[in-house]
């Protein structure tokens, strides 16, 4: 197709400001909507893979990376396996975790709690669900009662240990029970010699909290199935995506309306140059290539309005995240500001989607123009 | 097919029987009711009549713009039926120049681009075209107008300016829908006579739709066209 003449034709009807007359105008107006539409995208998806992205740098750097279960049964097999897989990965944080149900009491309160007995731990840890319950901290002294009985003068009563809390963590992303984690020792004497039930596998750098569990895959036995951190999550990453799909798709609304707004405007050229689509067939101009006109005509302004569009949300992004415009309240988020991350797979969507708006805002008066009667046409002057 | 290699021994035109009417069932008007014409190359036809008797409608059929509901029209030996709807492009942009009353220069392009559309629109470079087309527009005495717009222009010049796109592609057969009948009386004479001499010029073969009786009689041969079809004048 020779497309120089439609290229000369669309470029002087969207550069018509100099012959004065309303063309320019409406491709203005058109050219800012599709614009505007562009930047509230971008910068709407901006906010969401801000937000988002924050949240999944949580996750990863609280939460555990994968997960060691068994296949079958309560516990994993036995064996040397973790010691191999120890050897194997050293940069690897894996925790060897057995537990079950304990009471822990101070003077006054008493809470049912999660026992975990972690091997690489050496002190009592409790979390923070545990030490709001029963109001302690750091330092203070607490009992744990456990479902073992011990015979006592008074009849068997459960096995009870003191103990001294050493540390309060933080809690990791999903956890709402209260938790006390022992070493191998004491957590042998309150629940007997229980295998481990799971292990957690950690990476001191969070960046690779994606790769873990294939690192891992080969080197555990049959009987263990590796969770991986996409599956542990899998529920959160997908309530996220989910968001920024449909959020996304909702802002994409005003592109929507930039795209009618395209639409009317293009009809009004339409109308307004029916002598001039007549005199360019009779000149010998295709009625396909009078489509193609208007639809360039359109491509151009979307493409235009997009193009600009993107790049203003996405500056605009830039200076409210590096200059933190938007504070947030410390101690009710996660983060001091209101972070906004502009990716080049958001940025390619936006444009994307400024060019499908503006052919399918085309397509109805380019199809009209085609379609016009020639002769009617050379009637209109 | 060569550019100007024009098929010697057949008529220019050649119409049997064409019949063209608009609307339908009570709201039918028959505009042409089996309309033969044979026009020879080289010859200037004046097509004369009453406003409303199909002059125009005729000549959009001449010029492929429109096509009948009955009948027959040759161009130059060519069944214009049987051809494609891009073929009849390619012949109006290739074979047949068009003048209309009113100028129809693009308000958008300077009178350069105006005259080379025809040669842009067949896929000439852009340098080439406006080469040819500042020739044309030299030949009919608008060299120093180049670059003016249509609407910086008088009524002569725009109507000289059409004319010069009509034929910047060298076709073979010129349409004229009155041409001079939106100009003063000496306008009208000197485009009639730059019409007149491009035409001898270059050989062309034309049909002057005009109400000008005496620039009709200028022409190598009148016809009036009534409701009963073509008829001497």
Same mark, same amino acid.
């Given at each position: 197709?020779?497309?120089?003449?439609?290229?000369?034709?669309?470029?002087?009807?969207?550069?018509?400001?100099?012959?004065?007359?309303?063309?320019?105008?409406?491709?203005?107006?058109?050219?800012?909507?599709?614009?505007?539409?562009?930047?509230?995208?971008?910068?709407?998806?901006?906010?969401?893979?801000?937000?988002?992205?924050?949240?999944?740098?949580?996750?990863?750097?609280?939460?555990?990376?994968?997960?060691?279960?068994?296949?079958?049964?309560?516990?994993?097999?036995?064996?040397?396996?973790?010691?191999?897989?120890?050897?194997?990965?050293?940069?690897?944080?894996?925790?060897?975790?057995?537990?079950?149900?304990?009471?822990?009491?101070?003077?006054?309160?008493?809470?049912?709690?999660?026992?975990?007995?972690?091997?690489?731990?050496?002190?009592?840890?409790?979390?923070?669900?545990?030490?709001?319950?029963?109001?302690?901290?750091?330092?203070? &002294?607490?009992?744990?009662?456990?479902?073992?009985?011990?015979?006592?003068?008074?009849?068997?009563?459960?096995?009870?240990?003191?103990?001294?809390?050493?540390?309060?963590?933080?809690?990791?992303?999903?956890?709402?029970?209260?938790?006390?984690?022992?070493?191998?020792?004491?957590?042998?004497?309150?629940?007997?010699?229980?295998?481990?039930?799971?292990?957690?596998?950690?990476?001191?750098?969070?960046?690779?909290? &994606?790769?873990?569990?294939?690192?891992?895959?080969?080197?555990?036995?049959?009987?263990?199935?590796?969770?991986?951190?996409?599956?542990?999550?899998?529920?959160?990453?997908?309530?996220?995506?989910?968001?920024?799909?449909?959020?996304?798709?909702?802002?994409?609304?005003?592109?929507?309306?930039?795209?009618?707004?395209?639409?009317?405007?293009?009809?009004?050229?339409?109308?307004?140059?029916?002598?001039?689509?007549?005199?360019?067939?009779?000149?010998?101009?295709?009625?396909?290539?009078?489509? &193609?006109?208007?639809?360039?005509?359109?491509?151009?302004?979307?493409?235009?309005?997009?193009?600009?569009?993107?790049?203003?949300?996405?500056?605009?992004? &830039?200076?409210?995240?590096?200059?933190?415009?938007?504070?947030?309240?410390?101690?009710?988020?996660?983060?001091?500001?209101?972070?906004?991350?502009?990716?080049?797979?958001?940025?390619?969507?936006?444009?994307?989607?400024?060019?499908?708006?503006?052919?399918?805002?085309?397509?109805?008066?380019?199809?009209?123009?085609?379609?016009?009667?020639?002769?009617?046409?050379?009637?209109?002057? | 097919?060569?550019?100007?290699?024009?098929?010697?021994?057949?008529?220019?035109?050649?119409?049997?029987?064409?019949?063209?009417?608009?609307?339908?069932?009570?709201?039918?008007?028959?505009?042409?009711?089996?309309?033969?014409?044979?026009?020879?190359?080289?010859?200037?036809?004046?097509?004369?009549?009453?406003?409303?008797?199909?002059?125009?409608?005729?000549?959009?059929?001449?010029?492929?713009?429109?096509?009948?509901?009955?009948?027959?029209?040759?161009?130059?030996?060519?069944?214009?039926?049987?051809?494609?709807?891009?073929?009849?492009?390619?012949?109006?942009?290739?074979?047949?120049?068009?003048?209309?009353?009113?100028?129809?220069?693009?308000?958008?392009?300077?009178?350069?681009?105006?005259?080379?559309?025809?040669?842009?629109?067949?896929?000439?470079?852009?340098?080439?075209?406006?080469?040819?087309?500042?020739?044309?527009?030299?030949?009919?005495?608008?060299?120093?107008?180049?670059?003016?717009?249509?609407?910086?222009?008088?009524?002569?010049?725009?109507?000289?300016?059409?004319?010069?796109?009509?034929?910047?592609?060298?076709?073979?057969?010129?349409?004229?829908?009155?041409?001079?009948?939106?100009?003063?009386?000496?306008?009208?004479?000197?485009?009639?006579?730059?019409?007149?001499?491009?035409?001898?010029?270059?050989?062309?073969?034309?049909?002057?739709?005009?109400?000008?009786?005496?620039?009709?009689?200028?022409?190598?041969?009148?016809?009036?066209?009534?409701?009963?079809?073509?008829?001497?004048?």
């Amino acid at each position: 197709m020779r497309v120089r003449v439609l290229l000369l034709l669309a470029g002087r009807y969207l550069g018509g400001l100099r012959r004065r007359t309303h063309v320019a105008a409406v491709s203005g107006i058109s050219f800012g909507g599709m614009a505007l539409g562009a930047a509230a995208l971008v910068l709407t998806l901006a906010l969401l893979e801000g937000f988002q992205h924050t949240i999944r740098a949580q996750l990863a750097q609280r939460g555990v990376h994968a997960v060691l279960r068994p296949r079958a049964g309560a516990t994993l097999p036995g064996g040397d396996w973790l010691a191999r897989l120890r050897a194997r990965h050293p940069e690897l944080e894996l925790r060897a975790i057995a537990g079950g149900s304990v009471w822990c009491t101070v003077p006054g309160e008493a809470t049912p709690a999660e026992l975990e007995v972690v091997d690489s731990l050496s002190r009592v840890e409790i979390n923070r669900v545990l030490a709001a319950r029963l109001g302690v901290g750091a330092g203070s &002294w607490m009992a744990i009662a456990s479902p073992r009985l011990v015979l006592t003068p008074l009849g068997p009563l459960p096995l009870r240990s003191r103990v001294e809390v050493e540390r309060v963590t933080a809690l990791r992303p999903g956890e709402d029970r209260a938790i006390v984690r022992v070493g191998p020792q004491l957590g042998q004497a309150l629940l007997g010699a229980a295998g481990p039930r799971v292990v957690e596998v950690r990476s001191p750098d969070p960046g690779r909290a &994606w790769d873990v569990a294939s690192h891992v895959q080969a080197s555990v036995p049959d009987g263990v199935e590796v969770v991986s951190f996409r599956d542990l999550n899998r529920p959160l990453l997908a309530a996220l995506a989910l968001e920024r799909v449909m959020i996304g798709f909702g802002v994409a609304l005003i592109m929507a309306v930039a795209a009618l707004n395209l639409l009317c405007n293009l009809a009004l050229l339409a109308a307004e140059k029916r002598l001039d689509g007549a005199l360019l067939q009779a000149m010998g101009l295709e009625a396909a290539r009078v489509r &193609w006109l208007y639809v360039l005509i359109g491509l151009v302004v979307g493409a235009a309005g997009g193009l600009a569009g993107t790049a203003a949300g996405a500056a605009a992004a &830039w200076l409210l995240d590096a200059t933190r415009a938007l504070p947030l309240p410390a101690g009710v988020f996660i983060v001091s500001h209101v972070p906004f991350r502009v990716t080049p797979g958001a940025a390619a969507v936006v444009v994307g989607v400024s060019l499908a708006a503006a052919v399918a805002a085309s397509l109805p008066p380019a199809l009209a123009a085609a379609r016009g009667d020639v002769v009617e046409g050379l009637r209109y002057e | 097919m060569s550019e100007r290699a024009v098929p010697p021994g057949v008529p220019a035109v050649r119409v049997e029987g064409v019949r063209k009417g608009y609307g339908s069932n009570d709201r039918r008007v028959e505009v042409l009711r089996g309309v033969s014409l044979e026009l020879e190359q080289g010859e200037m036809l004046a097509l004369v009549g009453p406003s409303g008797v199909g002059k125009s409608t005729f000549l959009h059929l001449l010029g492929l713009l429109d096509q009948p509901e009955a009948g027959r029209i040759e161009l130059f030996g060519h069944d214009t039926g049987a051809m494609t709807s891009g073929q009849r492009a390619s012949w109006r942009n290739r074979r047949i120049g068009f003048v209309f009353q009113f100028h129809g220069l693009l308000a958008e392009f300077t009178l350069t681009e105006n005259v080379a559309m025809p040669l842009l629109i067949g896929g000439a470079g852009r340098r080439e075209a406006a080469v040819r087309a500042g020739e044309l527009l030299a030949a009919v005495g608008l060299e120093h107008r180049r670059e003016h717009f249509p609407d910086q222009l008088s009524g002569g010049e725009q109507q000289r300016g059409a004319i010069a796109r009509a034929l910047v592609a060298d076709p073979w057969l010129l349409l004229a829908d009155e041409p001079t009948g939106n100009l003063d009386a000496a306008t009208a004479e000197s485009v009639f006579e730059l019409l007149r001499n491009l035409h001898l010029d270059r050989g062309l073969s034309s049909v002057i739709v005009t109400h000008n009786a005496r620039l009709a009689a200028r022409c190598d041969r009148t016809l009036r066209l009534s409701g009963d079809g073509l008829e001497a004048a």
